[in-house]
């Protein structure tokens, strides 16, 4: 129990122990969270008027909006975190560890020491509007990754400089590849004990097959680490050592002279050779000029013409600049900036397809809802073309409706200047918008979508193409991974459950990755969502924001059901029901389907004969009733996957309505399905583990229990890496198990690889264990 709460200081938010049922711990818990804010100057956002007007017309060719994508722990939100003290956005450093960044913003990942969803934060530097994206780690949230991938122009991409490449970051990396978004790299945690320069570059070239461009050296390396060399304008930086104030604002920036330190001089010009043939290689602009003027004298190019060159090579994505530095140690911080104001993209840089057709009408994407208790829904949008102003009338394509907004915020973290227009390029948050959700396309009126479609048709027909339909204007959602781990939750009394919906719904706009289904037989609401941790952080969200102490059922893994065989099946459904008699035939064949990636809606063909005499309306309510079929599998209930459904026939009287011809087929659908030789698939992950030496052997003894298949142990400075192949359903609290194992100091990654056929053997088990057989 505490006693003295007016005595709380900041680092006490991590010491004490706040009982979250004793009301006064928690009053303590808020005072100490408000302190914090005072003593960072939440509250006088800086040069409020001056900043201002400058928040009103930054040039787009000004603004950078970039994110920053890594594995977690490689240091993204403390890089944020002295990205927003260097720019003088936030008046102390905020430390990840003691629970008080500004980017880390929900209570949940203050807590956990993680960032859950990406929060945008504006800031200027050097004459730059830069609108900085995090991005989290973890992969029970790509989702929010590659949405904000989505908006994003440029991304730095953070790495541990003593781990390389971690998976994380692979699979973001492969995210940004399939967005075209233009990278650079920081090799942060450069002061710690086995970072590697070196190492790391090759785990660069390596594992993400590109040409990493070494645009820095690092002073020092672990212990020693002071600064870093620019190796095209040949300066270093260097900051000072541990005396005074420390937080890295101030750091000697001179040329390298031969006298003070021949050594890095000479790796300098070396580096700086191999950089501008490596460039000439990737850019003929570039190449043309050092071939006509410089061929000489590799020494005498002016800096300034390397630096467009790498930059143009960047944008290309031809190539990836490398820069160094230790965050947490206040170093290398500023020349990042200044490398993401130089070498990544402007917005007007970028190409959309689409821009064309809306010439300077309002086009927008919502990439973000959050809900605030006081002013509603808050959406964050990137503005692609057009000007947004508060007090006005939007029109949501998606969602086809008009809707209102009543303010327009710039967003820094949590806390949010009010701005009177904002133009193309930069990202935004509105209030008022109450059905917009993420993914949805956002324009200024109905009118300016018909005048684009008529636009875009023009352009179509002349060059001999289709006709062009409002899908094509809508900007590109993103994909949503299938969620591979379901519960039943539970409101605390049936008067709740209305109140449970409202937050549910709240929670899926905000999102998409979570699902919530209705249990048919039991009426119960059950959460499906990416993994552990996501289904725990949702319930714990239900509990902090909307007040409610639900209840969640044990964890169960979300399986499939296919069919092993082809199966053919008629059905009639004969019915009077008032005036009418319904009479329907239908004849379906299924058969598995065999394409390489799996099939998760049906595949429905339909036989020539039964095709050409099919209505539109009558061909819906057979699709209907196949999707109705596809929900629930013959054997437990799971969706059914990888079938092929051919109509082979469908008769039915004038009389007979949609609803019974759709009934009809998905009874005749059960019929088949129950028929034919029935296989439960279930969710295979890729699993990559990393722990010391010393405890290998244990990890892979576990494994070999949990039907893992390892396929490689690969050596990452004193670590081994297992790369495997596990059945999701052996990997319920595993991190709790790996914690064990290791002492604490292995780590994990999961993710979904595919579905694969269970055993017979297993199969009978689970069937057993569900059906209250064992
Ligand atoms: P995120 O998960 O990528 O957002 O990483 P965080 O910023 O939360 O940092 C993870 C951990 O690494 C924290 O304990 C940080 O204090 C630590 N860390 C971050 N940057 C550095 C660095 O430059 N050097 C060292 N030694 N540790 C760092
Ligand atoms: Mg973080």
Redesign the pocket.
């Known amino acids: 129990m505490l006693r003295n709460k007016s005595k709380l200081v900041l680092r006490d938010l991590k010491r004490v122990y706040f009982d979250s049922q004793c009301s006064y711990c928690q009053k303590a818990r808020t005072l100490c969270i408000k302190k914090i804010r005072i003593q960072r100057n939440y509250s006088s956002p800086p040069g409020e008027v001056k900043s201002l007007r400058s928040i009103i017309t930054p040039p787009v060719s000004k603004i950078r909006n970039i994110g920053i994508m ?10 944020t ?1 002295r990205m927003l003290y260097y720019s003088e956005y936030i008046r102390s450093l905020g ?3 003691d629970g008080d960044t500004v980017t ?1 913003f929900m209570a949940q990942e203050r807590e956990r ?3 859950i969803q990406s929060a945008a934060v504006t800031f200027d530097w050097a004459g730059h509007r830069i609108n900085l994206i ?1 991005t989290p ?1 973890h992969v029970d949230f790509t989702l929010e990754v590659e949405r904000s991938l989505r908006v994003l122009d440029g991304a730095v991409a ?1 790495f541990d400089a003593s781990a390389g490449v971690e998976a994380q970051t692979l699979t973001v990396w492969r995210q940004a590849d399939k967005h075209n978004v233009p990278r650079i790299c920081f090799l ?5 004990t086995g970072a590697s320069f070196r190492y790391a570059v090759e785990s660069i070239e390596q594992k993400l097959k590109t040409k990493p461009l070494l645009l820095q050296l690092p002073v020092g390396e672990a212990k020693t680490f002071r600064g870093i060399v620019d190796v095209v304008t040949k300066e270093q930086c260097i900051w000072k050592s541990a005396t005074g104030s420390d937080d890295g604002k101030d750091f000697e920036r001179k040329p390298l002279k031969e006298a003070d330190s021949p050594d890095l001089l000479r790796d300098t010009i070396d580096a700086r050779t191999a950089l501008i043939e490596q460039v000439a290689d990737l850019d003929d602009e570039f190449a043309e000029l050092v071939l006509r003027e410089f061929s000489e004298n590799f020494d005498s190019l002016p800096a300034d013409k390397l630096q467009s060159a790498v930059r143009r090579v960047t944008l290309a994505q031809k190539a990836v600049p490398v820069f160094c ?5 206040n170093k290398g911080v500023q020349p990042l900036l200044d490398a993401v104001t130089k070498y990544l993209p402007a917005p007007n840089e970028r190409n959309y397809d689409f821009l064309q057709w809306y010439k300077d009408d309002l086009c927008a994407l919502a990439f973000k809802v959050l809900h605030d208790k006081q002013r509603g829904p808050l959406v964050f949008v990137r503005i692609y073309s057009g000007t947004m102003k508060p007090q006005s009338a939007v029109y949501n394509i998606n969602k086809n409706c008009t809707e209102r907004m009543s303010r327009l915020l710039l967003p820094f973290a949590d806390q949010q200047i009010e701005i009177s227009s904002l133009t193309a390029g930069n990202i935004a948050l509105t209030v008022g918008l109450k059905q917009s959700a993420t993914g949805d396309t956002i324009v200024s009126s109905k009118a300016s979508v018909k005048a684009a479609v008529q636009e875009a048709e023009k352009d179509m027909r002349s060059n001999g193409g289709r006709t062009c339909g409002v899908e094509n204007l809508l900007l590109a959602g993103v994909e949503i991974p299938e969620p591979v781990f379901f519960c039943t939750i539970e409101p605390p009394s049936m008067a709740t459950q209305p109140d449970l919906d409202h937050a549910l719904a709240c929670l899926q706009r905000e999102d998409p990755s979570l699902k919530v289904k209705l249990d048919a037989d039991t009426g119960q609401t059950v959460l499906c969502g990416m993994g552990e941790l996501h289904i725990e952080i949702i319930h714990d969200r239900i509990k902090r924001e909307y007040g409610l102490e639900t209840y969640l059922g044990p964890l169960q893994v979300a399986y499939r059901e296919t069919i092993q065989n082809p199966v053919q099946a008629t059905d009639t459904l004969d019915r009077i029901i008032g005036e009418k008699r319904h009479h329907v035939t239908v004849e379906l064949d299924l058969r598995p389907w065999d394409g390489e990636q799996s099939a998760i809606a049906p595949v429905i063909e339909y036989a020539e004969n039964a095709c050409s005499l099919l209505q539109p309306e009558l061909r819906e309510a057979v699709e209907n009733g196949i999707h109705t079929s596809y929900l629930q599998g013959p054997l437990l209930g799971f969706p059914v996957q990888d079938v092929v459904v051919t109509v082979r026939a469908v008769a039915a009287n004038p009389d007979s309505s949609p609803t019974m011809v759709s009934a009809c087929v998905s009874r005749c659908m059960q019929k088949a399905l129950k028929k034919a030789d029935k296989q439960v698939l279930e969710p295979l992950m890729n699993l990559e583990i990393t722990v010391g030496e010393s405890h290998l052997s244990a990890v892979l003894r576990d494994l070999a229990q949990r039907r893992g298949s390892i396929q490689e142990i690969q050596s990452r400075q004193d670590n081994k890496v297992v790369i495997a192949c596990v059945p999701l359903a052996e990997m319920m609290g595993y991190s709790t198990i790996l914690r064990t194992l290791t002492s604490g100091s292995g780590t994990f990654t999961l993710e979904l690889a595919s579905y694969q056929a269970m055993s017979r053997h297993e199969q009978t088990a689970l069937f057993n264990r569900r059906t209250g057989l064992a």
Do not use: R, Y
Request: charged share 35%; hydrophobic share 30%.
């Open positions: 890594a594995h977690i722990d490689a240091g993204k939100t403390t890089t975190e430390d990840v560890d880390d020491g993680i960032t995090d780690g953070v942060n945690k450069m002061d710690k530095g230790s965050a947490l140690k």
